[in-house]
Every structure is written in C-alpha cells, then in structure tokens.
C-alpha cells in the first residue's frame, strides 16, 4: 500500500476515553474508532490484523477436522426457552422484538442454534463426532463497556461445537482442540498460560482458559516458566497475603519460582456434557438401539480482543510493536526524496513492487515528509521494519534497515531483498 | 473433504416451504438450514461457495483502490436522526433499546456510519478521493421474507462508499467501480445486464442495478445479445399490452432482437451526491478554503442473494450446476469398493491426495454405497466432474469422467490427474 493513499487517521495525543494502552494505540494508529459505547469501527490496518488472527485461526480449526460454517446473529427466542436461557441469562442479552411483535436476541453465543441445527439434522451416530466451527460478530450488551476492543459489545469470535456419543470421544475432539489453540498461540507469537477455568454462564465441568500474559490483564495469574499451565494469583494466598507476596516464592509443590502477570482470557474450551442435549432434546440412537443424548463440547477465541490482547503484550513509548505474523505492515519503505524522479524514489518504489509481489506486506511511504514524520509513523503503526533509502544510498548506495525493536544495519542496495525475504520466510 | 464426514444433511423431496428452485436446491443439498423466517444457518458445503464468491467480490473491489474496513451491525440512532432517515426509513429497520434504554437499529445499510467517520476523520482535500469498502452481515425486516436467502432478512452485503471534492472525481470512481463490478459476474460465471434504475430509499440521482438473468426474477427484463444494458421490460409496453407480446420484435431504437428474463438484482451501485454530506455536515477545505460538501458514491453487492442467483441461473431436474469458480466441490471422486484395500479405492485415494495438494477443490465418496446414490448426490449439489473409478478400471485401468451437464469421457488411469487440472486453469 501507499502511505498516501492509505486511510489511518493519526492521533498525536493520548485520547482521554483511553485507559488501557491497547485502546490507546490503536485510535493513535487510526486502526479503530468508536461508533458508539462499546461498539467500533475498524479501519483498513486494524481490519488487516484482525483478518490475520482470524485466519490463523481458521486454518488451525481446519486442521483439526472441523467443519466451517455461518449461524445468525440474530436468534429466536423460542430456541432459547428450550434451553431454559432466555429467563436466565442476564441483562448482556439483547432482547428485542421485530415489526411482528416476535421476540429475538442478539447472540452473545450459538449453544442454541447450533444443538437446533444438530437435533434436527442428524441421522445416525455414525456421523459422529461432529464438530462444526464459525467466525462471526456477536454481541453481549455489558453494563460497563470499557478499554475499547478488548471488552466491547459487538465483537468477533471463533467459536466451534463438537458433538458426541460418549465422554471418551469427546475428551479426545476437546484435547485436539487444545494442542490447535496452543498451535494458534504459538503463530500468533503471543506467550500465553492455560489456567482451569470455572464455566460460568456456558455451563458444563471441564473447562480451561487460554490466557494472553500481560500487565494489564482483569485477572492476576501465577505461572512458572516452565510450565504451561498458569493458576489464578488468589488460590495461592490466605485472606491476610497480598499477591505482591507472591514475589519470590516457589510453587507449593515444585520447586518452580512464581510469576505473577495479569492474564488477558482470549480463548475458553469447554466439556458442555449433556447439558445443552438433555434440555434441547438432542438425541440420537446408539448403535444397540438405545437413546442417548449427545454430549457436546464448545471452544471459543476471541478474535477481536486478540488484536488488543497482542497490543498489551507487545508495545513500547513509541507505539506497537505487533508480532511479526500479524502486523499489518511488515515493511515500511521510507524513501528521502524531492521529486518522484529522485534515485532514493526510484529505488524506493521497485523495492516495494519486488516485496509486495512476493506476498509479503508492504507500505511504500510516498509523501514528501521529513524523515522524522516517517519513522515515527511507521513506529507507532507497529511495522517490524523500516528501510530508509536516503542521503547513504544517494552517496554510496547503503540503506539503513531499523527493525522495530531498534537495531540498526547498514546493507549495500543489493542485499536487502534479499535479507528481508529471509526474515519473513 | 471425505464424504463420510463432511455435514451436508441432505433431503430427498422438495420442501413444501420453498417456492424457488435455489431455495429448494440449497435445502435439499444441505447446504442451508432455516433457523427462523427469513433467518438461516449456511452448513458447511453452502458456507464454502458463499466465501468463493466473497473473495472475488474483495479481490475486485480492492483492484480499484479501495480499502476494506469493518463497520458494526448495530449502530446508534444519534446517527440515523443526523441524516434523518430515523424517522424515514420504514418498518424494515428494526430499531431497539440496548439495557440502557439507548435507541439502536440493526444495520440494513452504512451511509450514516461511513459519513460520521468521514466528517470526524478527513484532514484535508488532498486525502480524496477515498474509497472504503466492507464485507458484512446485515439485517432489514422485511415483512414477508422469502425466497430462502434471496429475500432474507440476514443476509451477507458488499458496501463501498466513495468520497469526492467533486462530480467529475465522483463519476471516475463510479466509472472504475461498476468495471470491477463487471470483472466480478465474469469471474463468477455469470450471465448479467445493467439496469438504470430508481435509487429508492438509499437517494441521490444516478443509480444503476445489475442484474444475473433468471426465470425467477422479480422484473422482467428486456435486452439484446448484443448489449450489456438491459432495461424493465414494463417500460416497452403501453397499457393495453402484455410483456409477452414483446416475443419477437425488435427495439425501437435500434435492429435487435429483445430478449425477456425475470433479473434478479444482485448489485446496486449509486452516485448520491451530497445528500448524506450535506444532512451530516461531512465537509472539507478544498484548495481555495471553501467549505465543501463532499460528493458521495456507494456501491452494493448481495453477497449471500447472489448464491442463490447462481442457482437460479443454473441448475437442471438433478440439482445444481455450480459455475467452476463458485463450485463448493470441483471433482468428486466416486469409487465403488467393498474394503478399503480394493484397488479401485486405493487409486481413488491417491487421486484425492494428488489434486488435493494442487488447491482443487475434491470430495472423496469413501463410504460404502452403491454408485447410483453417489452420482445422484455429486449431481445434486453441483459438483463440476464425478470421476468413477469402478469396474472398468479394474478390468482395464480407464476411468469414466461425467461432467455435470451429462458429457461422458474415458480416460486411461495415467491421464487422469493431467486432464482435470487443465480443466480447471
């Protein structure tokens, strides 16, 4: 893309309805903006990554054999007197009637539509297991919308179902599920902890989190480097300790040092059992003939907050720093120039045709600014890196490659295809 | 993907609720489910043509230079009385409370968001044209749906907006615009006409409607072979006269012969002038320092319609015949086998793995079932080849190949794989 034509409208100062620094930056950056409380609008950088994380996303569900598809968002309320949660969920339930007078809501979930569609749809149990995934907009109408993207009330979510004849099969579909959620953390280059979850108003028994690690995170979490697994800072204190206490500490039974970071839930797995299938009538015969209802498990990502979430972890004073597999721009091309027929412009633009032809994403920064205004851009957009064509190629043909972490190499014209084609291979 | 597992329920006698044949194709092929009127869930083999037909629409689109963002489905009254179409528009904008007791609508269209990003978000002249575009869920409340997901009342859109300093830059982009929407029906295999039409509820003054030919359209269209441009067949006629005395004559404006089919319309694309920038006060400096409203086009493409469209436009007493580029499945490979290890289905397997590999799109029918109830499904839900690998290729190694509108070839087993890639270069 050209930065010229490229619509991310900057804001210098930190925006005061800004209290985390996820939502900071990316209004900074121009990659959202708010529409209404809770509710936004992504421009075209933001959109980028969010459309990163979610094929990511996608292509790790995929892998593990479940099957894309696209429920509503808006839901009838007679399938959620079936499952007894029209009563009980609270007020986060948007509750409306269309122009017939007919009750519907908002889905902040598709536990519903999706044990509908399964009732009526299966045939056999030998189409089982099943499991079913979908990435859509959903909305949980919260008292207190807060830190833009991260807690919001429209928002994007990956969420799967899974359907069983029997809790060993469904144990297998959830344990799958889980080395593909750490598959996607892993590509999404987030460090992240898994911590037991309790299941809330999804309902079920087993049920973990997939925790983003950082400073701002709702929950403080304890975790060892060494482990996977992180637990919530509280279970491991008296009435009378503080976390900070924490500090320096091993783990009760091992002799790992305590961490402490303020986990960010980005993802939820969970063993529904029969809870959705006994209410919904979900059934299907065995193969002795013999009803059974399904057991079911449901998997979700929040794929919006994810984009927040990365901004928590990665960042500095100059703005984001987004990891490498889903920054918007990878390369930022700032060339020093007067006229468009300058050798800096000149070498500028077949570098850019050269790496955006490979695929790989890349903003030429065609505006007559002062390299200041360059640089600090290109920084608080979050590029991993920027090369600077300016006085040392004019004079002896070396470009200046600053990574976003600050290291800086000298490279003669020649090399730099070359070197960065490697550092996003 | 493998027959035994893939999620397509299917249905074997026509639904009494659906009255057109997409409606009933896409049922009966288990390629939608209804989740409430006008309400619908896209299953897995539905979902995957509706995601082809998305990313040609966004590969045009961003050709042209506009960027994709991602704007919310509810979205704030405040808004909607700025451009003061709260009142306006009808019924079919379902307006809510949120838990607030704050007025909201679902989205059935995004002039008044993109215009309220624009007027707070646009710092100079010299950032024009501008071109935003999204590809998103939307919802009108339409008193009688119908039609399944032709007449829906969640249905998935492509809208852009195009912002201008004035008519002429403002007829560019529309010009550059209703080409790619051109690009866009070729790639999907489409026959279509362009329809000058009346801009309704969205305003402002030139407006032009594309629509894919079909017997089951709501207009009647009058058109020749020769020309892009079709125009209401109504419009030919005088009051005595019925459409179909338009069977055999020529138009009055020149020597060609007119043509009648009922279009379905599956694109809109609109100059609106100043009408929202004015309503809203979206303005800018131009080069003088005058204030000016900013001149708007927007563009709309019925995403979700057009599958259906697809369908109408092309099917036969057996099913769907899906256009190559929209086909869920390309080749289905049907092999007849009594154990896994018979030879017909090792080959078949490898076939599968081959073509696979190479990005096709291919359904192995691995299930024990007689050939006459696999031919009969890959012909229902359009597959473009079935590719049987039965008796023939075990007595002397030749496959049979039936495209979908019934052509027979055999091919020796080494010429397989050649002839169907080049099929579908």
Redesign the interface.
Known sequence: MLAS???A?LIKDTPAEAEVISHQLLLRS?MI?K??SG??????LG??T?KLVENIVREEMAST?S??????????RD?WEDSKRWDKFG??L?R????HERD?C?GPTHEE?IT??IR????SYK?LP?S?FQI??K?R?E?RPRYGIMRG??FLMKDAYSFHLNQECLNNTYQTIREAYKAIFNRLGLEYKIVKADSGAIGGEISEEFHVLAESGEDTLAFSEESEIAINAELLINEKESIDSLQGKTFPDSQEEIKLAKGIEVGHIFQLGNVYSSAMNATVLDENGNRQALQMGCYGIGVSRIVAAAIEQNHDDKGIIWPKNIAPIQISILPIFKESSDKTFIFAEKLYKDLSKLGLRVMLDDRQERFGKKITESELVGSSYAVVIGKSYTENKTIELISRNGDKTELKDSEIEKFLIKAFQ
Chains 1, 2 share one sequence.
């Open positions: 034509k490229n619509f409208p121009g903006r529409v209404a509710i936004y609008n992504w421009l075209p959109f980028k969010l054999g099957q894309e598809i696209f429920m509503p968002m808006v839901q009838p399938l007020p986060e948007l409306f009637k269309d122009r519907f908002l539509i509908d569609l009526n749809n299966l045939s189409e099943l079913l859509q907009t909305f109408d008292i009330r429209e």
